[in-house]
């Protein structure tokens, strides 16, 4: 009896496949891809931006996607141990970034900003750090700490109540006013690298990042902390078992996301001046998009993911929406970001590298 | 081997004396308050609310807010330890003053040392709002070195106060703290108050209270307040039926006739409310209610379905856009003009249009994924509204202007008085949709989503449906809000409808309780009525709203007025373990029945 049902049952469970819903999701699917695709050709076939222009767009899309790589791994950290998306890290990126804008400002009133460029900036990543750490790390103690094991929507609506939270105190403390970072002498102009001419300061934010990825994943690959994370991701009731305390493991967590949306802060400086109390929220979102593009979980992941939304939001806009000649399409970079956050949520939630987590946690 | 017994019998057991109060505690919830404290000051809080006078010519509301942090804080470090197994209950006492005055003391010590940075350093350029101001108030006009002691005294004597609540007998308790409650309501609603008092014509009590009208409280109006509330509250302690019990005494025929009679005298309520209380009130309430509508939609979606939606401002803004375009004159480029009842049919099939278009894509997708997905539509909608791109249609950053009043036949709304009545009747459509839901096929297949998605899908709920249906009806709702908002303010804007909308309305269901119509109601009058009425507060609005989130998280998930199926299910895993002992901590060990083999 039970070689017939078995038999049967093939043929029945691949037509039960194809639902309604299935169909246009796929038809979704289609046309996103059509449309993206015509905008390209048409915006390509125009030639309205030249072959260089084309390769400064690129190289933005990477400097600003290595800072979007950076965030990203504190949200993908903290996601493959806990499970939940911790909302307040865009909060923790930017207080990082106010850091680096205050303490970058008093350098700059001293010789030492202009005399030792390296020594100013360094100066600038370890205070961005230090208090994105402390951020992190406090933010965990008193919200999400006491939620272990509570509904996972829970430490969710708490992350956004934390993320408020940081926002406007900051708001309070040093004012809703927009800051300029100071510009570094040694960082204007271009410089050539193999041949391609890029602004110094892109170039510093690439190398910064790669530097720290790189510290990063060794960290996490070769450590004995690092293994005890992973261990702790895995299944963190046998990483008790076996020795690991998992609380401390998922404060470390917190505190090299932390640490890594410090040095993500004080990069952003160098690249986009500008700076307020809501700064924090779009680079959050963008990179928390980066983290599931990559495949939640995953540190490499992660740094593809970041490095991929970064171009795809400084090229899409003139490449799809210019295509279809829609005005003041700088406007619409945003929703270009949006967009490949729904479609890549809808259509590889698993992310380029994320096979590791099924459906289920989806 | 079973025997029946009849009645139980205690089992004997000993009780070892409860461990004394842990101090270690009360120095971190001290230093706790401390940084808490500082960081009122130096967000600029305690100066804001300083101009307002709470009680006249004594009591500043910065002071005071500053000092009642000491107070919470004296509270908590006093707060005997939950019962353990085994162990007597612990009773409060000296050492809980101790602990409470230690609390307080370190957090007047935190301020002093704030008050030493401020006056030694110029801090200014970072943190704008250290003032010399702020040392004024800090230092009562004193030199510092002499303010540091009196402020450190106070916090301690503000600490002690608040651990002492817990020496206090019940009876007393319960009738000293809604009395100064009270005393602080009346001090903080001065304009409610004065023009509650006007609208009823008992103008002498405002003399009596008050300064003057929207004055502050004097001090014997503070104490008169204070001892009609004590004595009401004392005296209804002492009743040995509370309300609550008289009502459940009535029999049950009867029972309804005295429902009635209460929604009626409710009504009257509500009908005459606008009219004593003035425009700048009933705008407020007006405001009140849109938010309500749209949370009472939210809840259908994350109470009842379990949806995190983070872009349900996206329904609000279908809602104003279409009653903008079908209505205005200036609407870019469609101007049929038709008047705003006549484009609620409309509007419904637009809310369900973008409530369908929502949730196709998100019908595969579970728990924070779909939040931060429903978000990123939230977002693209606002920031296609404001595009220039689509500017030919929805007016770009300019938004639609000259939209008509609302019109029924030969009335015409107009003031916000006329306004709190048709948004009143909507919140009671929703109301009445949310009550008849909740039992229904739909309403029960939402639920068992909310359980377990995969189950239920087992067990034969469609899912697809579910998910669409409540996307659908949560969608119809928020777009009636955005239709009587776009009415009532004559104009739509893309920059009213940001992400704050949508984390304000879940603050709302959260605060109220998530799938429980009176909690959200309660919701929507503590976080939109209260914060408008208090001026000062408005700036600090959504820092209250995010420490409201975690703090309502951390310690009651359910909500203030929580539906009791949610409660259960938040609480399944406690009552199974932990909350074992709470519950039977304060009763002693539960009457044991020995069981055969057992003893």
Redesign the interface.
């Known amino acids: 009896m039970t070689e017939a049902a078995t038999v049967d049952a093939r043929p029945v469970r691949r037509a039960a496949r194809i639902t309604p819903i299935g169909i246009l999701l796929w038809a979704f699917r289609i046309a996103a891809l059509a449309i993206i695709l015509y905008g390209s050709y048409l915006s390509i076939s125009s030639g309205r931006l030249s072959a260089s222009q084309w390769r400064d767009l690129f190289v933005f899309g990477i400097s600003t996607g290595s800072v979007y790589a950076l965030i990203a791994l504190g949200y993908t950290m903290v996601y493959g141990v806990l499970r939940f998306i911790n909302f307040a890290h865009g909060e923790v990126f930017m207080v990082g970034a106010m850091m680096a804008f205050y303490v970058a400002n008093a350098l700059a009133l001293t010789p030492l900003w202009a005399s030792s460029p390296v020594v100013s900036l360094l100066i600038v990543l370890v205070a961005a750090m230090a208090t994105s750490t402390s951020v992190a790390v406090i933010v965990e103690r008193i919200a999400y700490r006491p939620l272990r094991g509570a509904p996972r929507l829970i430490p969710l609506i708490t992350s956004i109540g934390a993320s408020f939270t940081i926002q406007y105190i900051v708001r309070g403390l040093v004012g809703p006013s927009t800051k300029a970072f100071p510009r570094m002498v040694h960082l204007r102009g271009t410089t050539e690298i193999l041949g391609i001419v890029i602004l110094k300061s892109q170039l510093v934010v690439i190398v910064a990042a790669l530097v720290m990825m790189a510290a990063l994943y060794l960290f996490v690959e070769k450590t004995r902390t690092g293994k005890s994370m992973r261990a702790v991701a895995e299944d963190p009731e046998t990483a008790a078992l076996m020795g690991i305390d998992v609380d401390k493991t998922i404060v470390k967590v917190f505190a090299i996301g932390g640490a890594m949306a410090g040095v993500a802060g004080a990069l952003w400086g160098l690249v986009f001046p500008s700076l307020n109390f809501f700064s924090g929220f779009l680079p959050g979102i963008k990179a928390f998009t980066s983290a599931v593009l990559g495949g939640i979980g995953n540190i490499v992941g992660a740094m593809i993911g970041g490095v991929s939304i970064g171009i795809f939001e400084s090229v899409g806009p003139s490449l799809v929406l210019a295509g279809y000649e829609i005005p003041a399409f700088s406007q619409l970079k945003d929703v270009v970001a949006y967009a490949a956050l729904v479609l890549v949520l809808i259509f590889r939630p698993t992310g380029i590298l994320g096979e590791r987590l099924a459906q289920d946690r989806t | 081997m079973s025997q029946v017994v009849d009645a139980p019998v205690p089992v004997e057991v000993e009780f070892r004396p409860a461990p004394p109060l842990d101090m270690s505690r009360a120095v971190k919830l001290g230093l706790s308050g401390g940084v808490a404290m500082v ?1 009122v000051c ?4 305690v100066a804001t609310f300083q101009p307002r006078m709470l009680i006249d010519p004594i009591l500043p509301m910065g002071t005071f807010f500053l000092y009642m942090l000491a107070f919470i804080f004296g509270w908590m470090a006093g707060q005997p330890p939950a019962t353990l197994e085994g162990f007597e209950p612990a009773k409060a006492g000296g050492r809980n003053l101790q602990a409470g005055a230690l609390a307080g003391l370190l957090g007047g010590l935190c301020v002093g040392l704030l008050l030493i940075a401020m006056t030694t350093w110029d801090l200014r350029g ?4 250290l003032s010399p101001e702020l040392v004024e108030i800090l230092t009562f006009g004193l030199p510092v070195a002499a303010a540091i002691p009196v402020i450190a005294a106070i916090s301690a004597v503000a600490g002690a106060l608040g651990s002492a609540i817990h020496l206090l007998p019940n009876r007393l308790r319960r009738a000293l703290l809604p009395a100064l409650l009270w005393v602080l309501v009346f001090s903080l609603f001065t304009d409610i108050f004065g023009q509650l008092f006007a609208g009823l014509r008992m103008e002498f009590l405002i003399d009596l209270l008050y300064t003057g009208r929207g004055g502050a409280l004097t001090i014997v109006g503070a104490v008169i307040v204070f001892a009609v509330f004590f004595a009401l509250y004392w005296w209804m302690g002492g009743r040995e039926n509370t309300l609550r019990q008289r009502v459940k005494a009535i029999p049950k025929d009867k029972r309804s006739r005295w429902q009635i009679g209460a929604a009626l005298i409710i009504l009257v309520v509500l009908y005459f409310l606008p009219k004593i209380m003035g425009p700048f009130v009933s705008q407020i309430l007006v405001t009140a209610g849109i938010y309500l509508l749209m949370a009472l939609g939210l809840n259908i979606v994350v109470g009842y379905a ?1 949806l ?1 939606d ?1 872009g349900y401002v996206a329904f609000f803004a279908v809602g104003a856009y279409t009653t903008a375009i079908l209505t205005s004159p200036q609407s870019p480029m469609f101007t049929p003009q038709i008047s705003v009842l006549a484009s609620i049919p409309f509007v419904m099939i637009a809310a369900a249009v973008a409530g369908i278009l929502v949730a ?10 779909l ?3 429903t ?3 939230g ?2 909608a606002r ?2 509204l ?4 689509l500017a030919p249609i929805f007016g770009g950053a300019q938004g639609i202007t000259n939209i008509p009043d609302l019109k029924i036949g030969p009335l015409i709304f107009s003031t916000p008085q006329d306004y709190f009545y048709p948004v009143f009747l909507f919140v009671l459509i929703a109301a009445y949709v949310t009550y008849a839901v909740q039992n229904s096929r739909w309403g029960r297949a939402w639920m068992a989503m909310r359980e377990d998605e995969s189950v239920a899908e087992a067990m034969g709920v469609n899912i ?1 449906t579910a998910k669409l249906s409540a996307f659908v009806v949560g969608a119809m709702l928020a777009s009636f809000g955005g239709t009587l908002f776009a009415a009532q303010i004559g104009s739509v804007f893309p920059h009213t409808f940001d ?1 704050v909308v949508s ?1 304000t309305v ?1 603050v709302i269901i ?1 605060v109220g309780g998530m799938g429980s119509v009176p909690g959200v109601v309660l919701g929507a009058i503590v976080l939109i009525v209260l914060p408008n009425l208090l001026r000062e507060f408005s700036e ?1 609005q ?2 209250f ?6 703090v309502m ?2 310690k009651r ?1 359910e909500g203030f007025i929580p539906s009791k199926r949610r409660a259960q ?2 609480h399944s ?1 406690e009552l199974s373990q932990d909350a074992w002992l709470e519950i039977y901590g304060e009763k002693g060990l539960p009457e044991q029945v020995p069981e055969g083999g057992m003893a």
Do not use: C, H, K, Q
């Open positions: 960081l130096a967000i600029g809080m970072v943190f704008i709002n379990g995190l983070l196709t894509p998100v019908i595969r997708m579970r728990g924070d994924y939040a931060i997905v978000l990123g539509f977002e693209i920031i296609l404001n595009s220039e791109w697809v992400i984390i879940l959260i600090y959504f820092l709203y995010g420490v409201l989130l975690i998280m951390l998930p299910e938040l895993e």
